[in-house]
């Protein structure tokens, strides 16, 4: 867990907010050299799974989202995402990003149904449910944002991307994604604190970015390849 109170953490913040973008890309770089000083990167072979893409988010720059009772809007069944989890695996593939839209027809039972159906038959690292889902599970099932993300853990659950931020500035949020979780949400750093004790769970290592969830993190197995 990252002490948001901490005189180390606020450091952080005063460098975030006072430093030119050529300056943090600077100390960044450096961090990572120090991090990582062999000359290599790493990667894993993984597969974006959408669930669904029946979505009441309504965002302004989204062309994937139907509306509900809409001809086009889907469901994917656990078989055929089990199906595409083979498919990755063929390919070499280690973990999957499963994400979707705010679909209010699918009770809370189901994604709990998928992660076990998933750690059952098609053993993989689940990646999945962005930020602005888990927060429209709490609202849409009377739940708290941490009951959500106990449950899902406990279901098979791995960690959790980052995606579905957009623009974290509230006055154009609200022009283009105004349904959507706020920018001061405390999403982030609960689903935070889940990539943590899944990553403890996984016997993952921790991100370079305290406590800052990641589609890129964790990764279990690597392949490396020299940089050019």
């Known amino acids: 867990m990252v002490d948001r109170t901490s005189r180390e953490f606020q450091s952080y913040v005063d460098l975030y907010q ?10 960044a770089h450096q961090a990572r050299w120090r ?8 990667y894993i072979i993984d597969r974006n799974i959408n669930y669904t893409n029946v979505c009441v988010a309504d965002c302004k720059f989204c062309a994937f989202y139907r509306r509900p009772k809409h001809g086009e809007g889907y469901v994917l069944s656990f078989e055929q995402i089990g199906r595409k989890i083979d498919e990755l695996k063929a390919l070499g593939g280690v ?3 499963i994400q979707g839209g705010h679909n209010p027809y699918i009770p809370f039972a189901w994604y709990l149904d998928l992660m076990r ?11 999945g449910f962005s930020p602005s889902e888990v927060d429209f599970f709490a609202g849409r099932f009377g739940m708290s944002i941490e009951t959500v993300i106990r449950e899902l853990v406990a279901a098979g659950l791995d960690s959790i991307p980052g995606g579905g931020g957009e623009i974290l500035v509230q006055e154009v949020r609200d022009r283009v994604a105004k349904k959507k979780a706020g920018a001061g949400s405390p999403t982030a750093s609960s689903t935070c604190s889940a990539c943590e004790r899944s990553r403890r769970k996984a016997g993952a290592s921790p991100p370079s970015s305290a406590g800052r ?7 279990l197995r690597t392949s490396r390849r020299p940089t050019r």
């Open 35 to 42: 991090l990582h000083p062999e000359n290599v990167v790493t």
């Open 95 to 97: 973990q999957i990003l």
């Open 117 to 127: 159906y998933i750690k059952r038959h098609h053993p993989i690292h689940i990646h």
């Open 18 to 27: 006072r430093a030119s973008l050529l300056e943090l890309g600077r100390l």
């Open 213 to 219: 969830c990641s589609p890129s993190t964790p990764s």
